[in-house]
């Protein structure tokens, strides 16, 4: 009896391990979209920060998920009262967002860039690298403050990383939603193992 389940027990087991050494980043550049590819979504909106520095590590929670932002040279909140933004002291240093609670392997949100000051510097580009074991990354240009990217990967994320691409501006974020795949996703790889077991009882029939 037991011979009868070992095949397709085995052909389950490297179904299960071919999907996790082929780990994918989905990239979306539609907020609805993004949103529509993920569940449990929680927002961090950064309007406890004010215009100020802070140390290079921040520990941040969106929903119920927890998160670090980190940067060499330092955070600097940026923006105004009532909106304000994540940025960095030092132009040339990434933000680097990591250590996802929760098993999110979903990070998205508005980034662009800003002055000096800590204020909205139109048109500038930003350079976003998610990895999760594989890395991808993807450059928005010319962003506003409604740009907006996201990635959705079938493994869980290490980090997330945003840096300029040189000009006289800083990388900066707004509302990072963390989150996790939809379930239909899961839904697929059961589906996937079912059809496994099926061409197995086939065979023997």
Not at 166 to 181: E, M, Q
């Amino acid at each position: 009896m037991r011979a009868r389940f070992l095949k397709p027990l085995c052909l389950a087991a490297l179904l299960c391990a071919a999907a996790s050494s082929q780990a994918a980043i989905t990239v979306y550049t539609s907020q609805a979209d993004f949103l529509a590819a993920v569940s449990a979504p929680g927002v961090d909106s950064f309007d406890d920060l004010t215009v100020d520095p802070y140390g290079d590590t921040l520990d941040r929670t969106a929903g119920s998920y927890t998160y670090q932002a980190y940067s060499p040279g330092g955070l600097w909140g940026a923006g105004a009262a009532g909106n304000y933004w994540l940025s960095n002291n030092t132009q040339t240093d990434p933000i680097v967002f990591s250590n996802f609670s929760g098993g999110a392997s979903a990070f998205g949100g508005n980034f662009f860039t800003s002055d000096l000051a800590g204020q909205y510097a139109p048109g500038g580009n930003v350079v976003l690298t998610a990895t999760d074991g594989t890395s991808l990354t993807y450059s928005l240009n010319g962003t506003t403050q409604s740009s907006f990217l996201g990635f959705v990967s079938d493994a869980a994320l290490s980090s997330v990383s945003l840096s300029t691409d040189g000009g006289v501006y800083w990388a900066t974020a707004n509302d990072v939603v963390l989150a996790v795949p939809e379930p239909a996703t899961y839904g697929m790889l059961l589906a996937g193992l079912g059809f496994v077991g099926l061409m197995g009882r086939r065979r023997r029939a």
